[in-house]
């Protein structure tokens, strides 16, 4: 497998795309209708150039080539990372047999549908993140948005080559339908919930992409313990380009507070809603919302699926190989926290192949602490003592145990009527969104920047914050 891509041909791909005449003419017929989607669904805002990173490679270093593009022009490709010729399955009941390198039939049907789902998250940001350009707050910050929308679409055409490739006819209806189900569409809806919330303001996507954008990257790690090893090895890339996405999030919300900390401080009022600022209450609502409906992508803490894609070798753990025991869970067990409808805690104890959401969802909570640590850090230095916290993954559920059941951020389980009393303290209200939005002005000068937020610490690629970054 050439660690070079190949940019000479029509689709830039390093799996030998030109040896599969069929394979190549059946993309090349997928290719213009993802052109449309992207023309109709893809970004709003008409640029003369933006400064983005292409894949020049998939080896470790000097991976990527900066510069202007036209981003219709953008070279969106098939990369997956080296085939490593000793690999062998990890877990399941295959475990210690050499990977696939095709789809054995017994699992067609639940690959293929792990990979539409996978899929079908990529388009749907850009979809949701469609109008953001017209509004961003530094030419930096639309340079971002951009890259973050033509890697998601990368990351579809990733999802399609396999479908392609790997699943006949039937593959290549589910490519059609990846273009066909559109973000918030009544009739033809993305397939889960937080990729049909509307992402309407900046401060909601610097949020998506710490948070959204993380379960992503939580997904993409168990799919790439998988035994397809093709599909492990897509994976494996797509997680390279996704650590810049959540770089935007992380540094997104670092300068929203970082802002916040400095008109706090300078009007001597938590109140900084009238300078120009968005106060740290509305903050944590905002952090509250995106990640409680992130939580729901996890799927139910109990789940026979993800059990049985385990025992399959479809679909392993977060960092399935460093984990210390037999891979098999057989006779394991692990507790599951579930709430009563007396109002209190009970904990049972499960057989832990039962529980693999519950153990992802772990690992990704323990994740996004690091972003509260962050972000508490940034007020501290400020001398301010207010406290951003994670809720209560109990909190605001719509998937799983808790769904039924009205729990507030501290882990409090209440009735309907304490609930609908709490909820403006809890989740953003219309007056928050309303008035996030209004801050929500574009600023396009160079080197200049809205009033929310703070300017980066550093630009990209070496270039300083006041880089040409868009030409408009
Ligand atoms: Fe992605
Ligand atoms: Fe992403």
Avoid at 241 to 270: K, N
Wanted: hydrophobic letters at 35%; a negative charge.
């Amino acid at each position: 497998m050439p660690e070079k891509i190949d940019y000479d041909s029509k689709i830039p791909n390093n799996v030998d795309l030109a040896d599969d005449r069929r394979l190549q003419r059946a993309l090349e017929g997928w290719q213009p209708k993802f052109m449309n989607w992207w023309a109709e669904m893809g970004p709003t805002l008409e640029t003369q150039g933006v400064y983005l990173r292409t894949a020049v490679s998939v080896g470790r270093e000097g991976w990527a080539h900066f510069d202007h593009v036209n981003v219709p022009d953008y070279r969106w490709g098939i990369f997956l990372s080296e085939r490593d010729p000793d690999r062998r399955i990890a877990f399941g009941q295959h475990k210690g047999e050499p990977v696939w390198q095709q789809v054995p039939g017994e699992y067609r049907a639940d690959l293929q549908r792990l990979i539409v789902i996978q899929g079908d998250t990529e388009p749907a940001s850009v979809e949701q993140q469609k109008l953001l350009g017209l509004t961003a707050p530094s030419l930096y910050d639309l340079r971002n948005l951009f890259q973050v929308n033509v890697e998601e679409g990368r990351h579809l055409w990733a999802m399609v080559y396999l479908l392609h490739a790997y699943f006949g006819r039937e593959g290549r209806e589910e490519a059609e339908a990846l273009l066909h189900r559109n973000s918030g569409s009544p009739d033809a809806p993305r397939i889960l919930g937080a990729f049909n919330e509307e992402t309407a303001d900046w401060l909601a996507f610097y949020m998506f992409t710490y948070f959204t954008d993380r379960d992503g990257k939580y997904q993409l790690g168990t799919l790439k313990e998988s035994a397809f090893d093709p599909l492990s090895r897509t994976c494996e890339f797509m997680l390279k380009e996704e650590a810049h996405h959540m770089f935007v999030g992380t540094t997104g919300v670092d300068r929203v507070v970082q802002r916040s900390a400095e008109l706090i401080r300078e009007h001597d009022t938590m109140d900084i809603a009238s300078h120009g600022g968005i106060p740290l209450d509305v903050i944590q609502r905002y952090l509250n919302f995106h990640y409680t409906v992130s939580l729901d992508l996890f799927g139910s803490e109990t789940s026979t699926n993800a059990a049985n894609y385990y025992t399959a070798g479809l679909k392993g753990r977060w960092m399935e190989t460093r984990r210390k025991d037999d891979h098999q869970l057989l006779d394991d067990s692990a507790m599951l926290p579930l709430p009563r409808d007396d109002g209190t805690w009970e904990s049972e104890e499960m057989q832990r192949i039962l529980l693999l959401n519950l153990d992802l969802r772990g690992e990704y909570i323990a994740d996004c602490e690091s972003g509260i640590k962050r972000w508490n850090r940034i007020l501290d230095d400020a001398g301010i003592s207010f406290r951003f916290a994670l809720p209560h993954p109990g909190f605001n559920r719509h998937v799983g145990i808790n769904s039924g059941h009205h729990i507030t951020p501290d882990g409090t389980i209440v009735d309907e009527q304490t609930w609908q009393d709490g909820r403006k303290h809890w989740l953003p209200t219309d007056e928050d969104l309303a008035f996030v939005r209004s801050l929500m002005r574009p600023v396009y000068e160079r080197g200049k920047i809205a009033s929310w937020v703070a300017p980066p610490r550093q630009g990209i690629n070496g270039k300083p914050f006041d880089y040409e970054y868009v030409y408009l």
